[in-house]
DNA sequence: GATGAATGAGGATTCATTCAT
DNA sequence: CATGAATGAATCCTCATTCAT
């Protein structure tokens, strides 16, 4: 076997373990034993049990990192709000076909080590500023209403942190209504009210949704 | 020196050795020397390392579901909007009286035991439980829109956590602020967009907020 | 409460847990538990946990001592073997009344205590001596056959050692039938052949052990 | 080193040990300093401590038990005498090679823990079972006179453990000279007297024994 | 490269004994 | 005398990592 597939299909076992067990209670046996190599050859593979979690922990940041793509205005890009909602499906795609990895992020990688604690909350933090920034963007434009962009953005990395730890613990599978759940949510507790309704008759209130999202076409 | 508050002494040094370094590399070693008491003296208070986790951390799991009250709507009680102020004042002054014990149900207690982490998702559940039957009976009194109450329960549970999170790790204390801003947030997200905006001038913006927090009265 | 009456109690207590568990699943925990007494006032009655049991022990060995009496052949004393059965039934009667300590003396004061073991093993060295003068008397007076009664005396020792240890561990009473069983039983081993049957008819049985034991008056 | 080979090294070391020492004043340490392996490599070889103790007792004891065969009636056996002095000399040749695991069984094994107590006591009570059949059979055949057959296979018992305890605790090798002294003994003992003399001249001591031990021939 | 036996530092827990009140 | 909180040495066991084959 080529060394980069029997290196992928050991983390590949780590993955699983680690989301289940935690850093911690995952021994280097548990994960020799699954991967069926031997103690040595873990050790050529990766320099400790510490390396192959970084591995994992990185290959998952990177990859939502990648998910969550900053909102441009320009006229040839999609509305904003199909761009938030490109992003968030992204993410809940990720999080669908990555169950494991997400856990690990999500869970298991806190409170393990000042470095890696440090590299999960300069990624929240970095994803918490994408929202910030986007926010600002928003008001200037006058589509978000004033606010302290900073909490608000933590209410909305924070929402979709839960709804992502409620996903990857249940077999649900209807992301997109979800995706639309969130974001409409998020827009509505960030627009200006304004353009949350228009001429709207009582009754009606499926329709909504829909104006407001594409209101900033 | 009596019992309990030698037990209460021991318990005030873990809270703070577990918060800063985790559960797994927070040794007995580490509290005892803290708590300046011989190593047997530890046993006496406590069964294990486990055990004075468990209370420090069923301590906060108390003491925070003490301060997050189920919203009453007799006519005698405060308007519902001014209830979930105060729950929310309740949960970020205790976020910023007991740092240590915040750190510890958000970061350190999850991944660590199937027990413990289930007595913490519990924990969670009830309190989402208790967002979205709250989000149900907005809805059939017509405040809330129609909407997925789980879901959205979550993204406000979550973003509650985060905002906690961060307030935890940083030294700020403009609490009521920080309140105001994630109701306004949450309601707005929720509100039924009629309340929002009623013959509003396009450039009063501060004024809004608290119409819509009022709206029930 | 008189001093000596306390030490007494505590012994008595603590004769029942040595007696169950042994010497060193024994914890002072446990004597101070059942005797009702503080920690520190153990240690008033007793240097340690050591010498409670060392206590235990010789009075134990001393009390057994006292009744297993060397046989005399004065011609106003009872028949030698009336003595044997004198000796054998005080022996019993100390193991029905004191299960505890005759546990103690079979079972767990052995493999413990270079110091203790040897006077264990002095104890039942002791009685094996005694036991062979008996035998070495015996030959010499001609009612004894030739054999090596060092092994002899052993063999004796031994089946009582074990007949007491069933005894101890069940609740038979019917003492007299097993002392009279081991005499019948040892005094056939050791007796010269000729005493054993003297003109009998071939189908009596009985009777023959009646006209043994009392051969040597 | 091969595996198994290892393993019985350190059992070896073990055996000694715990015969010197006891279980409870074995440390684990010990055992490792004197089979010159590390702290983990015990634990590689071993569950615990105590399997370690179980797997040296369980050997003695399957040892002795096959040492010790059921006496036969058929034409083409020995007789039965010879059954039971090739059982004594087979019990005190594993004696004379073994005396550590003979120490163990006889000493250091009891007042240890309820199920090893259990497992030891319940090998002797089959060994002295298989005694009281064997004596009953006796008893059918005319060989052995009428007794309460389980008070005199306790005897019987008994008197085989302490001249085995004390050949362990002594050098001497004569042991043939032994097996027939405690045969002699209790053959005597169980015999019906009318097998023991037969126009025997007074004089004449030592032959008598070869008589009683071939008369079931 | 692969193996897995060996290592030993590290950590949790127990319990006999002391001593201030 | 009596108490029981405090002590800390002793001991078992785990597990990440190394290294000779």
Redesign the pocket.
């Known amino acids: 076997?080529d060394?980069e597939e029997?290196r992928a299909q050991v983390l590949r076992h780590a993955k699983r373990i680690f989301a289940r067990k935690g850093y911690h209670r995952?021994?280097?046996?548990d994960i020799i034993l699954r991967a069926r190599?031997?103690?040595?050859?873990?050790?050529?593979?990766f320099r400790?049990?510490?390396e192959i979690f970084e591995v994992l922990l990185d290959q998952a940041l990177r990859d939502l990192s990648e998910r969550i793509r900053r909102i441009r205005m320009a006229a040839d890009e999609p509305s904003p709000v199909d761009q938030l909602r490109a992003n968030l499906g992204r993410v809940l795609e990720f999080v669908m076909m990555e169950r494991e990895l997400t856990d690990i992020v999500l869970n298991h990688a806190v409170g393990f080590d000042r470095e890696i604690d440090a590299r999960i909350l300069e990624f929240y933090e970095q994803i918490a500023q994408k929202i910030q920034r986007s926010l600002d963007l928003g008001v200037q434009m006058g589509l978000v209403r004033q606010c302290d962009t900073h909490t608000v953005a933590c209410c909305i990395l924070g929402g979709v942190k839960e709804v992502v730890g409620q996903l990857s613990r249940r077999r649900r599978h209807d992301t997109d209504a979800i995706v639309e759940e969130i974001l409409n949510f998020g827009l509505r507790g960030v627009a200006r009210p304004e353009l949350l309704v228009e001429h709207q008759p009582a009754g009606e209130v499926t329709g909504e949704g829909e104006r407001l999202f594409h209101a900033a076409h």
């Open positions: 076997m060394r029997r995952t021994n280097v046996a190599i031997a103690r040595g050859t873990f050790y050529l593979y400790n049990k510490r």
